[in-house]
């Protein structure tokens, strides 16, 4: 029989063509189903999906869902068949369901579909693949395949269809002939894939008559009305690999229906086809009420009169156009010009939350999970952190139990490459009891749980496990130190000594300065964190000591050794991350800040070190308050003088006053210091200039515009401005000296803000009363 036969042959199958995700198409299969009353429904989906039918009629199953089949040995490897409310399928198997009768899924094996992708090492460049709606939408003379399908399928009307047959019908007959012209349209998988859908339909024919329902994408229609053997099925199905599979439900997002998230089957809106499936009537002036709502919410001013308008407007640009009622095209459009004021800011907001949106759907408990998942979800549970698909903030106090817990939670996923939550910067504290988390709940987590699975059957236990494996086959001391960092910020104690051992040798065996220096602050900020989380880092502060004492006798060889820039200016990094670790080491060992002065002294008085490193030495023993004023402008007088090349003098100053650190401050209030660098720079050769302009614009472009304007004014005075200040002098605009009074009265707001703390002592000397 011809392929563009009607959608039931006298005595044959009900063969329901649809769209994916068509919200048109779902109401037609259940009109369909209601008046054909089939005895059994087949549905395009993996077979080792029915055990998992049942779940659907339960009460805790929420689309969108999905139906995740991954490799029992690895879970990574995996595919997923996503169901919305809206969805043809979904809609078939719930009306079996309510009806009483058999719902089975009938497309090619998961078994096999995985095993395929598995054993295509290098897959052959793939030929042009055939969109069948935008064919159709061309030859009905649309550039647009959404409002061609909106026209012909989702416009049809919701009321009483006098035959629910006929667009599947219309469907299949313009899908036969789509097969006649191109064939396999690019997709050679389908012809296999057909074959064991007429597999699974000759079993259903045996077991429950002619006259059982098929529900699978209008593309395969004209393929399965084709009279072939079993043989020559069989033969296409022969010798195709294989593998052991598990299946289970996990939650979908509508962010994930959508085309724009990769999903090949997806649909542009998945939102606004929600929206079309659960308004029975009036479908625009529901929607732009949700509109106006959401707008409401971002405090935008938008009434009644509001939607009314848009309403109007919507329906008549379909009118226009020549459509039967307004789409999404004309919809947003009417919304853009009568309630955003013709800005895309807001209609962006709208097209994000509605006609996407962050629908999350949901799995009843008895679905399969690993044991991963199952503990994951009741500490979620217990912790009160739910799962949602849609960004949002979480801010934790960790001197809170509960809170401190949801970190421990977070990061030990994050150590199992869960990427549920992201540590972000804290708006509100710079503290180490405060920590910002940006959650976002992707479908794909589920299968990274799984592959988790293999560490153990708790988060915790998995954690550790994985720790503890990470630690022994690190390569390098980053690698372990940035580890032991995660254990302490995770709370896995019971994993922390392997990971300290790994340490010790690594660190014992390491000769490379930078990658000690490198190491030391993930170090130091551990100890904060243990400090912090009350975790016992009594070890770990023992090997950062160590580390710390290897590093102040291997880093002035290390810089002397004839480094390019690019070694300098990494050396230069290690040096800051170095002194601001040692700062938090020096409860950990007496005497440790000395000994780091003391290198930094000689890195700042050898003539071999790079100027940056010298210049950045200096810079740091004067911000501590252990290097003279005088000797700090001595030291750049040498570091400026003529002898001294132009290139090494322009580093020198980089490492001195660049970066963040305040330099440009510290120029403004001392005259010596910046006048030694004005009269540098205007000796400086032309030719010379030109090589190390871009170091100094690097180096001053980073100044706040307030600092460069000041700095600026100071220099336009001239000769005899700012370097003429004779030595002792204050600057311009300062007193001769400290005023201790004026200082003193600032006590009683510093002991209101130190509670509880020791007497502060005053300006004169004496400890202020109370």
């Avoid at 732009?288 to 308008?309: C, F, M, N, P, Y």
């Amino acid at each position: 029989m011809s392929p563009r036969a009607a959608a039931v042959e006298p005595g044959g199958p009900l063969l329901l063509g649809v769209r994916h995700h068509g919200p048109g198409s779902a109401r037609a299969v259940r009109a369909a189903l209601d008046a054909a009353r089939p005895p059994a429904v087949l549905v395009e989906g993996p077979p080792e999906g029915d055990a998992l039918l049942g779940l659907a009629a339960d009460p805790g199953m929420r689309p969108p869902v999905a139906l995740l089949a991954h490799a029992a040995d690895d879970p990574g490897r995996a595919a997923f068949w996503p169901l919305a409310e809206f969805s043809p399928e979904w809609v078939a198997i719930r009306w079996a369901q309510e009806a009483g009768v058999p719902v089975r899924f009938m497309d090619l094996p998961a078994a096999h579909t995985l095993a395929a992708g598995a054993d295509t090492e290098q897959p052959e460049p793939a030929p042009a693949r055939l969109d069948p709606l935008a064919a159709l939408a061309g030859a009905a003379g649309y550039d647009d395949p959404e409002r061609w399908w909106e026209d012909v399928v989702e416009h049809r009307g919701s009321g009483t269809v006098r035959d629910p047959l006929a667009a599947f019908a219309a469907l299949g007959e313009a899908m036969g002939a789509l097969r006649e012209a191109y064939g396999d349209g690019g997709h050679p998988r389908d012809l296999v894939r057909e074959a064991y859908m007429r597999q699974r339909m000759r079993a259903a024919r045996r077991e429950f008559g002619e006259t059982y329902a098929v529900v699978c994408g209008a593309w395969h229609v004209p393929a399965l009305r084709v009279k072939t053997t079993a043989t020559a099925d069989k033969a296409l199905l022969t010798g195709l690999p294989k593998v052991k599979v598990e299946t289970t439900w996990v939650p979908w997002t509508h962010r994930r229906l959508a085309r724009a998230g990769g999903y090949g089957a997806g649909i542009a809106s998945p939102g606004w086809y929600a929206h079309l499936f659960a308004a029975r009537d009036r479908p625009v002036e529901r929607w732009l009420t949700k509109v106006a709502g959401l707008l409401r919410e971002e405090d935008r001013q938008v009434s009644s009169a509001h939607v009314i308008e848009a309403v109007r407007l919507a329906d008549t640009l379909a009118a226009m156009r020549g459509r039967p009622l307004p789409g999404l095209t004309e919809t947003l459009e009417a919304v853009r010009a009568v309630m955003c004021d013709g800005s895309d800011i807001p209609l962006a907001l709208i097209e994000d939350r509605l006609v996407v949106g962050d629908v999350l759907g949901d799995v009843p408990d008895p679905a399969p999970v690993v044991p991963l998942q199952r503990d994951l979800t009741r500490r979620q549970r217990s912790l009160r952190l739910k799962a949602e698909a849609q960004e949002r903030e979480l801010e934790l106090d960790l001197r809170k139990d509960t809170d401190a817990a949801k970190s421990r939670l977070l990061h030990r996923l994050r150590l199992l490459g869960i990427g549920w939550g992201t540590p972000t910067a804290s708006r509100g504290s710079t503290g180490t009891f405060r920590e910002t988390w940006r959650l976002c709940w992707e479908p794909e987590l589920s299968v990274r749980v799984a592959e988790a699975g293999i560490w153990g059957t708790t988060v915790q236990a998995a954690a550790t496990a994985k720790a503890e494996a990470g630690a022994a086959a690190a390569g390098e001391l980053g690698e372990v130190t940035a580890l032991a960092e995660q254990c302490l910020l995770a709370g896995l104690s019971e994993a922390l000594p392997a990971v300290l051992r790994a340490l010790a040798d690594r660190a014992a065996l390491d000769t490379d300065v930078a990658r000690l220096a490198k190491a030391l602050p993930a170090l130091a900020r551990s100890l904060r964190y243990g400090d912090v989380r009350g975790t016992d880092a009594a070890a770990l502060g023992t090997v950062a000591a160590g580390l710390a004492e290897r590093i102040c006798v291997a880093l002035p060889p290390a810089c002397a050794a004839g480094l390019d820039a690019d070694a300098a200016a990494e050396l230069r990094g290690h040096v800051d991350g170095v002194h601001g670790a040692v700062g938090l080491l020096e409860d950990a060992q007496e005497g440790l800040r000395e000994r780091w002065s003391a290198v930094l002294r000689a890195l700042a008085g050898r003539e071999t070190v790079p100027g940056v490193i010298r210049g950045r030495a200096v810079r740091l023993l004067l911000d501590d308050g252990r290097l003279p004023a005088a000797e700090t402008a001595r030291l750049m007088g040498l570091a400026l003088s003529p002898a001294a090349t132009p290139a090494d003098a322009a580093g020198w100053i980089e490492g001195f006053a660049g970066g963040s650190s305040g330099g440009g401050t510290l120029l403004v209030h001392d005259d010596r210091l910046l006048g030694l660098i004005d009269a540098w720079l205007v000796g400086v050769p032309e030719r010379a200039f030109t090589d190390v302009l871009p170091l100094l614009r690097r180096t001053f472009g980073a100044y706040e515009p307030g600092v460069k304007r000041t700095l600026g004014e100071l220099v336009r005075r001239g000769p005899g401005g700012p370097a003429a200040s004779p030595a002792g002098s204050a600057p311009q605009g300062f007193g001769p000296g400290l005023d201790t009074a004026r200082a003193d009265a600032v006590l009683d707001l510093v002991r209101m803000l130190l509670a509880g703390a020791p007497p502060v002592t005053t300006a004169a000397g004496a400890a202020a009363p109370g």
